[in-house]
């Protein structure tokens, strides 16, 4: 992408890394993108456990119209990103929830139809726009060019409070997210930890979507956790494990991105898949860590 | 003290009357069985209990206090299918949950806490003999297996009260027997009061203290001798039930409630009837 801007990949790796952050830009960029993979991966990873990846899919969705409405209405992208995902993820916790984990066949035909229409009306605001074509691709595929101090300091306050939020809820919220019924019955507010849980979810799809786009958000909210359950069992190890994934997978997309002509979206996304492959390769090959001995 | 007491205790659900008239009392180290044909309200009497359903009438005493208020101090074990086999949480993450799964607070536990914790578990995996598979992924132990771990989740605290519905529906035969021998070892050896909620009372009969037998017209409460007979469940049923009694000791429920204890692999009855009674303990 900015490979016409005078900085070629050496074969001395030192220099590669210095020169990744010669530019204010780029270093912008790492900020914005540690702190976005770090809540993604921490959110994503009760998510893959919770089986509300669908929920997570609706809201990154959602974030589309949200970020082209606040442009066509002069405000910037952060604050549509943000407004949409909690909005609707507050919409998603007043849906009547059906019991267990997965939705039930209406439940998804309703979401079906809800995205479908979040698509369709974040094109119409591009229309009425104007001349937003340019930003539409980083709306839907990520960008990570021209991320002001503004934007990384919002960046790093929602993801510090989001991670403090799952911190002080964890154990409650693992133990309804894997059992409600016995949770309930310990006196844990599954349903207070639920609504809460998705505003989180929210605000998180709303921080990955600055960097990957909204239909890539997946690459850091899935990818690390189901990778890191894919290897172990054990969850201070695999939550631990996520945030690393997280972590590689946004560090090497913007290096790789910075180097190549290609798109930052594309590179998080093909790293998160090629990390994926290799945890399940990983895991079929060495099943001690599938099945951990007793 | 009791346990649990209750006292005329009548729940209605959508203006229908669920049961009545129930009247029990159970004391630490007892083991109770609930039992009915389907659909009678089982699991409800656990969810009074648990103050989670409300009463119409009459009232449920919990460790001296009204129900509901001393739900800590209960190992609740819900009816359930089983964990998705793709859950990745280990047993012992499961078993953890219950020493302090609904604990809020950002802080790390310290090194002593941490250490305490530790030994609880082993503790609790040992009690349920689950040694063997305690480090597998949940989803991925069998039914006899989830059904042990869960129990050792459910008596983390050391509840003074264990209420378990239908813990051995779905598992298999032999799996059935080590279960209930497992829950009635721990009532005796822990001084825990349990009721557990059955479709089959065959499993546990050797073990129980008293049953309640729950109807529409009321409910029945006494050792399995005086309860599970042709006369007291033809009255509770208002229709010809018979209790037939195998050489084995094992009873069969003939009639209008759903055969509540009836194995089709059952063909030798042995033609004494229930109330002749050599000993169900």
């Keep these: 992408m900015l490979a016409d801007n005078g900085a070629p990949l050496t074969w001395n790796l030192a220099r590669d890394v210095t020169q990744l952050f010669e530019f204010h830009f780029m270093v912008n960029a790492f900020r914005a993108g540690t702190a976005v993979a770090v809540v993604a991966?921490?959110?994503?990873?009760?998510?893959?456990?919770r089986?509300?990846?669908?929920?997570?899919?609706?809201?990154?969705?959602?974030?589309?119209?949200?970020?082209s409405a606040a442009i066509w209405l002069g405000l910037s992208a952060t604050?549509?990103?943000?407004?949409?995902?909690?909005?609707?993820?507050?919409?998603?916790?007043?849906?009547?929830?059906?019991?267990?984990?997965?939705?039930?066949?209406?439940?998804?035909?309703?979401?079906?139809?809800?995205?479908?229409?979040?698509?369709?009306?974040?094109?119409?605001?591009?229309?009425?726009?104007?001349?937003?074509?340019?930003?539409?691709?980083?709306?839907?595929?990520?960008?990570?060019?021209?991320?002001t101090d503004a934007q990384v300091l919002t960046l790093v306050a929602v993801a510090v409070g989001a991670v403090a939020v799952l911190a002080a809820v964890r154990r409650p919220l693992l133990f309804s997210s894997v059992d409600p019924d016995v949770a309930s019955a310990r006196g844990v507010p599954s349903r207070v930890l639920s609504t809460m849980f998705l505003v989180v979810l929210g605000a998180a799809v709303a921080?990955?979507?600055?960097?990957?786009?909204?239909?890539?958000?997946?690459?850091?909210?899935?990818?690390?956790?189901?990778?890191?359950?894919?290897?172990?069992a054990r969850p201070g190890v695999s939550f631990l494990?996520?945030?690393?994934?997280?972590?590689?997978?946004?560090?090497?997309?913007?290096?790789?991105?910075?180097?190549?002509?290609?798109?930052?979206?594309?590179?998080?996304?093909?790293i998160a898949f090629a990390t994926y492959i290799a945890?399940?390769?990983?895991?079929?090959?060495?099943?001690?860590?599938?099945?951990?001995?007793? | 003290m009791t346990t649990v007491s209750i006292r005329g205790a009548r729940v209605d659900l959508g203006g229908r009357t669920v049961?009545?008239?129930?009247?029990?009392?159970?004391?630490?180290?007892?083991?109770?069985?609930?039992?009915?044909?389907?659909?009678?309200?089982?699991?409800?009497?656990?969810?009074?209990?648990?103050?989670?359903?409300?009463?119409?009438?009459?009232?449920?005493?919990?460790?001296?206090r009204p129900a509901g208020v001393a739900n800590h101090e209960i190992g609740y074990l819900p009816q359930r299918r089983s964990f998705d086999p793709s859950l990745r949480i280990r047993g012992v993450d499961i078993v953890g949950l219950g020493l302090d799964g609904d604990r809020f607070g950002i802080s790390l536990p310290t090194r002593a806490r941490r250490r305490d914790r530790r030994a609880r578990i082993d503790e609790l995996i040992d009690l349920v003999d689950a040694e063997g598979y305690a480090y597998r992924p949940i989803g991925q132990c069998s039914g006899g297996e989830q059904q042990r771990l869960l129990i050792a989740q459910a008596l983390a605290r050391r509840p003074p009260l264990l209420l378990l519905d239908e813990p051995l529906d779905s598992l298999d035969l032999p799996n059935q027997a080590s279960v209930a021998t497992l829950v009635a070892q721990i009532c005796r050896e822990q001084q825990v009061a349990v009721m557990i909620v059955a479709h089959d009372v065959n499993p546990i009969l050797t073990h129980l203290d008293r049953v309640v037998y729950l109807g529409a017209g009321g409910a029945v409460a006494g050792s399995p001798d005086e309860v599970i007979t042709t006369e007291?469940?033809?009255?509770?049923?208002?229709?010809?039930?018979?209790?037939?009694?195998?050489?084995?000791?094992?009873?069969?429920?003939?009639?209008?409630?759903?055969?509540?204890?009836?194995?089709?692999?059952?063909?030798?009855?042995?033609?004494?009837?229930?109330?002749?009674?050599?000993?169900?303990r």
């Design chain 1, 41 to 49: 991966a921490a959110v994503g990873w009760f998510m893959v456990l």
């Design chain 1, 51 to 67: 089986r509300q990846t669908f929920a997570g899919h609706t809201l990154g969705i959602v974030a589309f119209p949200g970020a």
């Design chain 1, 79 to 147: 604050v549509g990103f943000f407004g949409f995902c909690i909005a609707t993820a507050l919409v998603i916790a007043a849906l009547p929830r059906t019991t267990g984990s997965g939705s039930s066949s209406e439940e998804a035909a309703l979401i079906g139809t809800v995205q479908a229409f979040a698509l369709a009306s974040g094109f119409l605001f591009v229309s009425l726009y104007g001349g937003f074509l340019n930003g539409l691709t980083s709306v839907l595929f990520g960008s990570f060019l021209g991320i």
């Design chain 1, 207 to 232: 921080e990955a979507s600055q960097i990957t786009g909204a239909l890539l958000v997946f690459a850091l909210l899935v990818v690390p956790a189901a990778s890191a359950q894919v290897i172990t």
């Design chain 1, 241 to 270: 494990l996520a945030t690393v994934f997280g972590l590689v997978i946004t560090w090497a997309g913007l290096a790789c991105a910075y180097y190549s002509p290609y798109p930052v979206g594309f590179w998080t996304t093909t």
């Design chain 1, 279 to 294: 945890a399940r390769v990983g895991a079929a090959a060495v099943p001690r860590f599938a099945r951990a001995s007793a």
């Design chain 2, 19 to 64: 049961w009545q008239d129930v009247n029990l009392d159970v004391g630490a180290g007892e083991l109770v069985a609930i039992l009915g044909p389907n659909g009678v309200g089982k699991s409800t009497l656990l969810k009074a209990i648990l103050g989670l359903v409300p009463l119409a009438a009459g009232d449920i005493g919990v460790l001296g």
């Design chain 2, 232 to 280: 007291t469940l033809s009255r509770l049923y208002q229709s010809p039930v018979e209790v037939l009694r195998a050489s084995d000791g094992r009873l069969v429920v003939v009639g209008r409630p759903e055969a509540a204890s009836y194995h089709p692999d059952l063909h030798h009855h042995g033609h004494s009837h229930g109330s002749g009674a050599h000993g169900a």
